[in-house]
Structure formats: structure tokens, C-alpha cells
């Protein structure tokens, strides 16, 4: 069973900008995150336990940006940046965004089957999404494909041949299955490939980030809101145009926010994927 690894048992060595809380000069920590409804059971309700932490709300791939700059301390990152970032990183033992299997928001919508593509459109809000499509189109179905970057605001007729979709609006604003018959779940895909979960993102600081009381409140607060999904998918679908019982079930099953060993091992398998594509250079050891 997926644990939290207690940050006291780990030897040191992963749109526009919304925030939740007034920006004042008296605000200890900062934590950067995504919006989306996956998001929720880490990130719901830790400023109102804390006041002396601020959240800032940024699209996946604009975090690590906002880390290096020192716009905040701790940042839910996707796992693709902990390799590419220039300055070391580490790894806060406060859980992350996971699926097992279904992700229901990564998904790969095609016109033509999926083996024959060659470009591919991709809604490049996440690095780590766009690389897990690299990894599988290459690994499972031995394509190299052209990444074309898409802006998924933009209602463009009739569309892209192929796109790849994340986050809340796979759900809210799905293509038909009429005119995308080809569609592919890339956390399905992964393990089908490889036999173990996915971790898309992880709560990373710089290596070198004195943090104080924060990492512990972060796992705190996951374990909270883990508790109190029911009240998570009240509060919180309706605003994010899901119906309740799917957000439910999103939430606790097709979701899970525990990092273990076997999703620190997806971690490390996916970095060697990268590495075998020329994407990263040589992985790093994981540094907590």
C-alpha cells in the first residue's frame, strides 16, 4: 500500500497567476499550484489552517518558472521538471498527484488511429503530460512524433487531426467521440506499458530550501482533506463544471495523492524513457 514518507524518516540528498489570500509582506510561506480539481485534496483548506502560508495559482508548466525566481518556496511541479530544472531540486514527502490506471484528464483524441500518427497537437500546460506522450507513442507504438503546441482556448474548426488534452476541460469540454474515435488515456497507457502507477506531479523546493514547519503541514493537510472528499467534490466541482459523482469518483479512484515506492519508481523509469529519447540528460538520484 502507497505510504506518505515522513519527511523525519527521509535523509536529505520534485494562464495567469490566482492567488487565495491577499500577497502581504508578513506571509511566511509561499506554495505554488495548479487550480484544477486534482489539486484539491492537497492544497484545499491549508491557508485557512495556516494563514502564514500564501498560495499562488500557475498552469503546470509555469511553476518550476516561479521556484527558480523565488515567486514561492514549495511548488506542485510536474515530475518532468525535477529533471530538466538547472538548479538541484528536492523531493517534500507531502504526497502527489497519481492514477493507477484511468487519469480521465490526460487524454489523446485522434481522428486516425493512433499508431499512424506522425504530429500530433498538444495542449502544453504540463511538461510532464507532453513527455509521457513522447515516452508511449515511442515505446508502445514506435513513432516519433512532432509536438505542435496548441492553445485548447482557442475554438479552432474542425480541429487538429490529433490533440492531447489535460486538466478539468478533458472532462468539461471533451471533443466528440464522433469526430475523435481514436482516444487514448495516457495514464491507462503507462500501465498497461509498465505494470506500475503514474506520478504526474510532486510538491518540489530548491535542495538547498530551509522550510520549517511547511512540508509537515502539507502532508497534514492532504491527510485532512482525504478524510472529507464528500465535502472536496460539494465545495468544489460544481465550480469546476463536474457533476458530483464523477468528481467523486475522480477523486478517490482514479486519482490518489500517496507517494510510495512503487510511484517512486515510475518517477525514475519515466526519467530513464526521457533519457533514452534525448529528452533529459542522465537521471538523478532522487534527492528528499
Known sequence: MAIILPASTIRPLYCTTMTD?????????????VSYL???PLIAGL??????VHVRYDVPSHLLADLLADEVDVALCPIADYYNSPTPLKIIPAGGICSEDHTLTVCLFSRTPIEDLKQIHADTDSHTSVNLLRVIMAKQYLQTVEIIPYNTRKKDAPGPNAMLLIGDKVVTESPKAVEYPFQLDLGQAWNRMTGL???FATWLA???AELGDLPRWLADNLQHNMDRCDALVTEFASRHGWPDSLAHEYLTKNLHYEVGKKELEAMQL???????????????????
Open 21 to 33: 489570500t491577499p500577497i502581504q509582506p508578513n506571509h511566511d510561506h509561499r506554495v505554488g499550484c
Open 270 to 288: 519515466f526519467a530513464k524513457y526521457l533519457h533514452e529519447l534525448h529528452i533529459i540528460d542522465k537521471p538523478q538520484e532522487l534527492t528528499f
Open 47 to 52: 491557508t485557512t489552517a495556516h494563514p502564514s
Open 197 to 199: 502507477p503514474f506520478m
Open 38 to 40: 486534482n489539486a484539491k
Open 206 to 208: 530548491k535542495e538547498d
